[in-house]
């Protein structure tokens, strides 16, 4: 996978694998390791183009999950069904496949809420993985007196 100017990453997208339990101390190493070995697993350029991706614009990927929550906020929140007043003083109750259409949206909305707050988890938890193995690089290149 080619990564092209203005992409977002998606930890999911992109195939990272799952990051394992770590409990107690040697968790986030443990985190680290792996990230650092499924990113060996890629050709060098891509390995390279996700790193700058990651450190070029760390908010673009929260922006993109912000607006997703808000497109589904607005599915959950849609309005029920109404009937209607006719001129003259006849009311006409809302159609049953309104009220299914009403059900489905805010259904779907709350579903798509729950995968976009669960991919922005993701999304911060690599950067935060990302974010660490640079710091981590850059103490052990200081080390040596680089």
Partial sequence: MAFEQGMTLDQNALGAPPQPMGGGMGGSQASMAGFNQWLSTLPPEEAEALRAAM???????????????????????????????????????????????????????????????????????????????????LRSAGMKGV
């Fill in 55 to 137: 450190a070029s614009d760390p908010d673009a990927a929260s922006k993109m999950y912000q607006n997703q929550m808000t497109m589904a906020n607005k599915l959950r929140e849609t309005p029920s069904a109404r009937g209607q007043t006719t001129r003259s003083n006849i009311y006409t109750e809302a159609n049953p496949l309104e009220h299914l259409n009403t059900g489905l949206s805010r259904g779907l909305g709350a579903i798509k809420y729950g995968q976009a707050e669960n991919a922005y988890e993701d999304s911060e938890e690599a950067r935060r993985l990302g974010l660490r193995g640079a710091a981590d690089y």
